[in-house]
């Protein structure tokens, strides 16, 4: 990399630095938190040419490229356009309002910001207070992903916000802000949608799930419709299901041939066992002795301990019978991600980066939610006391 690309993401991270000083300055947080942000920040100039070769990620590069090209550098937006995601999130990118784009560290360093504004945004609301405070300033995965040049922390913000209005009971805002990630992450709006369906049609047989419920008689036409349509989902979505897992494997593999049995799910049978061995799969993938090196050994004992947290939360409210309607929601929707993931990614490093947005939303909103709780009880109790 040239000298004047590194001075050009100096005057960049001045004012950061500066941005970083006035939060403090505003907020008085704690010595811990500000020297664990100032390390956030100094991971994108550890990660990128120090850990591994960016090339190593190669997208990183698509998303400069059009983000220079809204800046008005280099190529037009259609030249650098490589498919709709890379051109929306390289947009977004390059309207960013930091004064240079130059290097892959610039969009690092907008990817910072970000989860600076996400950070602000739930320390403000108290979302982030004592463990899932912690949490989502320790989580290594988070750290790690939102200090690359990816997407991935724009995915994470629509879905940070987008889950806050949903437990302020504001639906429709919730599913709209859902929308850009038709674009970004599509996958990512179809699990939504698929839990949002499946949590108010349960919610019909089920009343103590949620509060809100979709009308009687327009949940069960919903589901004579969606029973009348299975076979046919059936049919054509194993297809497209069997389609994703074998050009997953192909991607991971770099072995692009026909389709092989290891890929293929044939039937309902094996599709629900599939499923049930894949989704917790999903979440501890690699194992330790799966690992084939350091960085994979690290990301194993990673998963190891979060997956630990995750079923210490899960075992805490239902011990203690602390389970909101939006607790419910975010354990289904964490679930169903699991599930859907675990059944077409084969690659660790791949399992890795799409599985933190959601293991980021659940600790951090689960552990808090409970917190909410558990507080209002406590009131409640002091309150007949008294």
Same mark, same amino acid.
């Given at each position: 990399?040239?000298?004047?690309?590194?001075?050009?993401?100096?005057?960049?991270?001045?004012?950061?630095?500066?941005?970083?000083?006035?939060?403090?300055?505003?907020?008085?947080?704690?010595?811990?938190?500000?020297?664990?942000?100032?390390?956030?920040?100094?991971?994108?100039?550890?990660?990128?040419?120090?850990?591994?070769?960016?090339?190593?990620?190669?997208?990183?590069?698509?998303?400069?490229?059009?983000?220079?090209?809204?800046?008005?550098?280099?190529?037009?937006?259609?030249?650098?356009?490589?498919?709709?995601?890379?051109?929306?999130?390289?947009?977004?990118?390059?309207?960013?309002?930091?004064?240079?784009?130059?290097?892959?560290?610039?969009?690092?360093?907008?990817? /910072? &910001? $970000?989860? @600076?504004?996400?950070?602000?945004?739930?320390?403000? =609301?108290?979302? !982030? #207070? *004592?463990?899932?405070?912690?949490?989502?300033?320790?989580?290594?995965?988070?750290?790690?992903?939102?200090?690359?040049?990816?997407?991935?922390?724009?995915?994470?913000?629509?879905?940070?916000?987008?889950?806050?209005?949903?437990?302020?009971?504001?639906?429709?805002?919730?599913?709209?802000?859902?929308?850009?990630?038709?674009?970004?992450?599509?996958?990512?709006?179809?699990?939504?949608?698929?839990?949002?369906?499946?949590?108010?049609?349960?919610?019909?047989?089920?009343?103590?799930?949620?509060?809100?419920?979709?009308?009687?008689?327009?949940?069960?036409? /919903? &589901? $004579?419709? @969606?029973?009348?349509?299975?076979?046919?989902?059936? =049919?054509?979505? !194993? #297809? *497209?299901?069997?389609?994703?897992?074998?050009?997953?494997?192909?991607?991971?593999?770099?072995?692009?041939?026909?389709?092989?049995?290891?890929?293929?799910?044939?039937?309902?049978?094996?599709?629900?066992?599939?499923?049930?061995?894949?989704?917790?799969?999903?979440?501890?993938?690699?194992?330790?002795?799966?690992?084939?090196?350091?960085?994979?050994?690290?990301?194993?004992?990673?998963?190891?301990?979060?997956?630990?947290?995750?079923?210490?939360?899960?075992?805490?409210?239902?011990?203690?019978?602390?389970?909101?309607?939006?607790?419910?929601?975010?354990?289904?929707?964490?679930?169903?991600?699991?599930?859907?993931?675990?059944?077409?990614?084969?690659?660790?490093?791949?399992?890795?980066?799409?599985?933190?947005?959601?293991?980021?939303?659940?600790?951090?909103?689960?552990?808090?939610?409970?917190?909410?709780?558990?507080?209002?009880?406590?009131?409640?109790?002091?309150?007949?006391?008294?």
């Amino acid at each position: 990399m040239s000298q004047t690309i590194y001075f050009f993401d100096i005057i960049n991270v001045t004012l950061t630095f500066a941005l970083i000083a006035i939060i403090q300055y505003r907020y008085k947080l704690r010595f811990p938190i500000i020297l664990l942000l100032l390390f956030h920040f100094s991971l994108i100039f550890l990660t990128n040419y120090v850990l591994f070769d960016p090339s190593y990620m190669p997208d990183q590069f698509k998303y400069l490229r059009v983000a220079q090209a809204v800046r008005g550098s280099g190529e037009s937006i259609a030249e650098a356009m490589w498919n709709l995601p890379v051109a929306v999130a390289g947009i977004i990118f390059g309207i960013f309002p930091v004064p240079l784009i130059n290097s892959i560290y610039s969009i690092a360093i907008i990817n /910072f &910001l $970000l989860y @600076l504004l996400i950070f602000l945004f739930l320390y403000e =609301r108290e979302v !982030l #207070k *004592g463990f899932s405070l912690w949490a989502f300033l320790l989580y290594p995965s988070l750290l790690f992903y939102t200090s690359l040049s990816l997407r991935d922390t724009l995915v994470l913000a629509v879905m940070v916000l987008s889950f806050w209005f949903f437990i302020r009971n504001k639906i429709l805002i919730a599913v709209v802000i859902q929308l850009p990630l038709a674009v970004l992450k599509f996958q990512n709006l179809a699990i939504f949608a698929f839990t949002f369906v499946t949590y108010f049609l349960l919610s019909v047989f089920f009343p103590k799930i949620s509060p809100k419920k979709i009308p009687p008689g327009i949940a069960y036409v /919903f &589901l $004579l419709v @969606l029973i009348a349509a299975a076979p046919f989902a059936y =049919r054509y979505g !194993l #297809k *497209g299901l069997n389609f994703y897992r074998h050009w997953m494997w192909a991607e991971d593999t770099g072995i692009w041939i026909s389709v092989i049995p290891e890929t293929q799910i044939k039937n309902l049978g094996e599709l629900i066992t599939e499923t049930i061995k894949s989704t917790p799969y999903f979440l501890f993938k690699p194992f330790p002795w799966q690992a084939e090196n350091l960085f994979q050994l690290i990301q194993s004992g990673e998963n190891l301990l979060i997956g630990a947290v995750i079923f210490y939360l899960i075992w805490r409210a239902y011990r203690y019978k602390v389970r909101t309607p939006a607790m419910n929601f975010l354990l289904l929707y964490f679930i169903v991600s699991l599930a859907v993931y675990g059944l077409v990614i084969w690659n660790f490093g791949t399992a890795a980066r799409y599985k933190f947005p959601f293991i980021t939303l659940f600790i951090v909103f689960y552990s808090r939610l409970f917190d909410f709780e558990a507080e209002k009880r406590l009131d409640l109790l002091a309150n007949e006391r008294l």
